[in-house]
Each structure stands twice: as structure tokens, then as C-alpha cells.
């Protein structure tokens, strides 16, 4: 079970990271892909408008993707009433202690400021907990960086296993699988993100693709054609490992040697990737002008998630004899 906030602008390093991995899943596990709306509202919730517009925008990238919406069930959180339900009943037996231990609360407060300092943003690791528990998701991929958040929700269900489960495990301990997901640079060479204004967006034209690669940051010590310059650590050279990985060494030598200039590179490397995103995006715009079709997958799957979940809430409710 995985899980994306639809808050805009999907771009390259989605595709080369999550988005790669969630196409793998789709033939190698039973696979669950959540649209969170509701933790979207955590850090969003005064542009409701975005969210709503994200959401199949999102879906549209992630089918462009290659996720196969015959082999996993792609849903959308807030249709799905029963993870909302769950969150509410496992609230009560969750020590606020717990919540406020966990790293990012007051890491993403610091840098986000006190207006996302909600009752729901506190409570966000429960809820993505009761995503996966929903589900009887069994194993979850995490980048390290969330890997607190998956320890508190096996936390959250030892408590009630060992509360209401009398001697049987009624809540699955989700296990992560680590994902070193590559991180890809930016035009900046920091980690490609929207809010940084470095990424090249899966919605962008192949003229806007090719200006924001002209502007990529390369190595600062090659000024011209003939300067030797260090590949290892360009951004852009970084980038054609994934775009064309037959193409590295000699790049990396002409780099090296002088013989190639960071204008030419970027040049190459513009048209090399226009051609790597081409099929995506095709397929990218055919689903977005097709929000139809987008809006039945999603039902589709948000009705299966829902056979699922409401057993797996039943469950829950007997063992705490509330039915
Ligand atoms: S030639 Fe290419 S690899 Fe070398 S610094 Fe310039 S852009 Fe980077």
C-alpha cells in the first residue's frame, strides 16, 4: 500500500523515483494506491480548489506511469469513510506523547510555520497508519525519512492487538520496504521540487523542458568549451544516467577531456530527454483530456477498497464489542 497527496505538479523525479517502483508493484504485489485528499488538506487546507484539480491530475500521471489500473486498485481517501471511522476509534487508545515524538511533527512545523499546527497534522501518522491498516497492507514503501512514521503506526497496533485481540493479531504490523528512491537533482542541483521552482514537470511542453535544461547548474569550475570539468559533480550529468545510460562514459569523458562544452551537453541532453518523457506525456495529456475515464478508474477502485475496508471495520468494531 502506497500513498501520494495530490497537491500538483508531478515532475521528473517522481517519475524516476515513486512512480517507477508503483508500475513494478502493479506485477509484483497485490497493490493499493491511495490519492490522500485528506492529508493534503493538512498542509493545503486553504486552497481546497487545488487539491480537487491535483487529484486527477495526479492519476493521470500515475497511469502515463505505467500503473496498471487492471492490477492495482488506485482510490481515493475521502471516499472511503471507513479510514476516517478507523482513525476516530484508534485515536483513543494513541498517547498524544507518542505523536509529538515523532521527528517530522516539529521538524515540518519549524519549517512551515505554526498555521499548520492542526489537530489533523498531529494526527497525521495515525492516519496514514489507518491507510494501510484498512487495507490489511502488509508491507509498505517508505523512504528513510518516513521510516518513523510506519514505527509508530506498528506501535499503535501492538496496543490494540494487545487490548482487544485477544491472543489474535484483528490489526496486520506493516513492515517497510525501503525504497532508495534515486534523488533527483533539480535545474538549482537541489532535490527536484515544485516549491523549489527547479523541477521539470511532467505537464511541461518540450520547448519549456528545453529552456529549463539551458538553466540547469552544471559543474561552476567549467566556464567554456576546453575547460577540463568534473562530471561527478554535475547535476545534469547526474540526469543522463537515467535518460540515456549509454551515453555516460562518453560524456564523461568529453567532460573530462574539454572536448565537449556544457552548451552542446545541454543540447544533447534536452533533446534525449524530450524524447525519454515524449511516450509519457502522450499518454499523460490523452488521460487528462479524458477526466471521464480518469473519474471511473478511481470509482472503480475506491469501490473495491471499500469491500475490503468495511470487513476489515467490522473487525475492528467487534473486538471492541462497539456492535
Ligand atoms: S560538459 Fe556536461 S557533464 Fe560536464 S559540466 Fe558541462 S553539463 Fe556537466
Not at 486553504?46 to 491530475?57: C, F, G, L, S, V
Not at 498517547?95 to 519549517?111: C, N
Not at 551515453?247 to 552542446?264: I, K, N, P, W, Y
Request: net charge negative.
Amino acid at each position: 500500500m502506497a500513498g501520494m497527496r495530490p497537491t500538483g505538479g508531478l515532475h521528473l523525479g517522481h517519475l524516476l523515483g515513486v512512480l517507477t517502483q508503483f508500475a513494478n508493484y502493479c506485477d509484483t504485489a497485490d497493490a493499493f494506491f491511495e490519492i490522500a485528499d485528506l492529508h493534503a488538506y493538512t498542509t493545503e487546507f486553504h486552497d481546497p480548489a487545488k487539491i480537487r484539480d491535483a487529484r486527477n491530475e495526479m492519476v493521470a500521471v500515475w497511469l502515463a506511469a505505467g500503473v496498471d489500473p487492471q492490477k492495482a486498485t488506485i482510490y481515493l481517501q475521502s471516499a472511503v469513510p471507513e479510514i476516517s471511522e478507523l482513525h476516530v476509534i484508534l485515536s483513543m487508545i494513541t498517547p498524544i506523547s507518542w505523536l509529538e515524538r515523532v521527528p517530522t511533527y516539529k521538524g515540518q512545523i519549524e519549517a512551515l510555520g505554526q498555521e499548520i499546527a492542526t489537530y489533523g497534522f498531529l494526527g497525521y501518522p495515525l492516519l496514514q497508519l489507518c491507510d494501510v491498516a484498512i487495507v490489511r497492507g502488509e508491507f509498505v514503501p517508505v523512504g528513510r525519512d518516513q521510516a518513523a512514521h510506519l514505527e509508530f503506526g506498528r506501535e499503535v497496533v501492538r496496543r490494540f492487538n494487545h487490548l482487544y485481540g485477544d491472543g489474535e493479531q484483528i490489526l496486520i504490523e506493516p513492515q517497510p520496504t525501503y525504497s532508495d528512491f534515486p534523488e533527483v537533482p533539480g535545474t538549482d542541483g537541489r532535490k527536484m521540487s515544485k516549491s523549489y521552482g527547479n523541477a521539470i514537470l511532467i505537464e511541461d511542453d518540450e520547448e519549456t523542458t528545453t529552456k529549463k535544461v539551458r538553466s540547469m547548474v552544471t559543474d561552476p569550475q567549467k566556464i567554456r568549451r576546453g575547460d577540463p570539468g568534473r562530471p561527478e559533480v554535475c547535476p545534469l550529468f547526474y540526469l543522463w544516467r537515467f535518460v540515456n545510460p549509454l551515453r555516460l562514459e562518453a560524456v564523461a569523458e568529453g567532460c573530462r577531456s574539454g572536448a565537449l562544452g556544457c552548451v552542446q551537453d545541454k543540447t544533447d541532453f534536452a533533446e534525449q530527454l524530450n524524447a525519454y518523457l515524449r511516450p509519457v506525456r502522450e499518454r499523460y495529456r490523452a488521460f487528462r483530456d479524458d477526466p471521464a475515464e480518469v473519474e471511473r478508474i478511481i470509482e472503480d477502485g475506491t469501490a473495491r477498497v471499500r469491500d475490503v475496508a468495511s470487513k476489515m471495520l467490522a473487525q475492528v468494531k467487534h473486538a471492541m464489542r462497539l456492535t
